[in-house]
């Protein structure tokens, strides 16, 4: 299940999308059939434009950000514990990464640290295992276990879990290190922008077990009027990696949806 996940993902991802589309309209031209061949570059080409121009990828990440917006740490309840989601860094791998490796969502471990030393919880469980291929490279559970100890989070107060590769594992295996420690109230913490599918997770692998999840929102990307004048419509490879993240959030969200119909 996890390896179609990831097929079908990259089968839906923007830039596939764009590909195919070219793929088929020079196939049908080479056909002789270069009418409709053409439709179908020209749509690849209009498609990859407007999913790489910076005011459709704020637009798609703000919709998803707005569901939970990130307040400060001192603004939420208190709870049991603090669970962070993989997904921030990338675990040491040497020679060639002898330490760790910061990624754009590292908010989420600062937060967590934030959160804990406003004694918001007493627990800081940690979620996040490596990806398949990534042998010899440090689990990223672990990764972020060293950061928040220098983060000012005692090592005694951290548990982690390094065997989820992706959303809905990291809420099956965190239930089990919640039961643990005999947690009933939990923050979550992971990026705004996957808030609303992690929160959906948690919500479905915690169900009956009398265990409730507050959102704990952190990693803002999409801001209101950041965006210049004359830019917002030029496309740029940050915009269409910002674009595809969202649309995956939103596949991700349709897919909980279709299997809570089932």
Not at 11 to 26: D, I, K, N, R, V
Request: net charge neutral.
């Amino acid at each position: 299940m996890f390896e179609l996940g990831k097929v079908v993902g990259w089968l839906l991802s923007p830039l596939t999308l764009a590909l195919t589309c070219w793929t088929l309209g020079l196939s049908l031209a080479w056909g002789r059939r270069l009418k409709l061949g053409l439709v179908f570059c020209a749509f690849g080409a209009i498609w990859l434009w407007a999913i790489s121009a910076p005011l459709v990828a704020n637009a798609l990440v703000r919709r998803l950000e707005r569901q939970y917006p990130a307040v400060l740490a001192e603004q939420l309840p208190e709870a049991d514990a603090i669970v962070v989601l993989g997904g921030a860094l990338s675990g040491a791998s040497p020679p060639e990464r002898p330490t760790f490796d910061f990624g754009s969502a590292a908010d989420r471990v600062w937060f967590t640290a934030a959160l804990y030393r406003a004694g918001k919880a007493p627990w800081v469980l940690v979620s996040g295992g490596n990806q398949p291929g990534d042998d010899g490279m440090q689990v990223e559970a672990e990764a972020i276990r060293s950061v928040l100890i220098r983060l000012g989070v005692p090592d005694s107060a951290i548990r982690v879990e390094g065997l989820s590769r992706n959303t809905s594992e990291n809420a099956n295996e965190s239930l089990k290190l919640i039961r643990a420690i005999g947690a009933k109230r939990v923050l979550l913490v992971t990026s705004a922008m996957h808030m609303s599918r992690a929160l959906r997770s948690f919500q479905v692998a915690l169900r009956d077990s009398g265990i409730a999840v507050l959102p704990a929102s952190t990693d803002v990307e999409g801001l209101p009027d950041s965006l210049h004048p004359l830019g917002r419509w030029l496309p740029d490879a940050n915009s269409l990696t910002l674009s595809s993240r969202a649309i995956r959030e939103y596949e991700g969200l349709f897919a909980l949806f279709v299997k809570d119909m089932l």
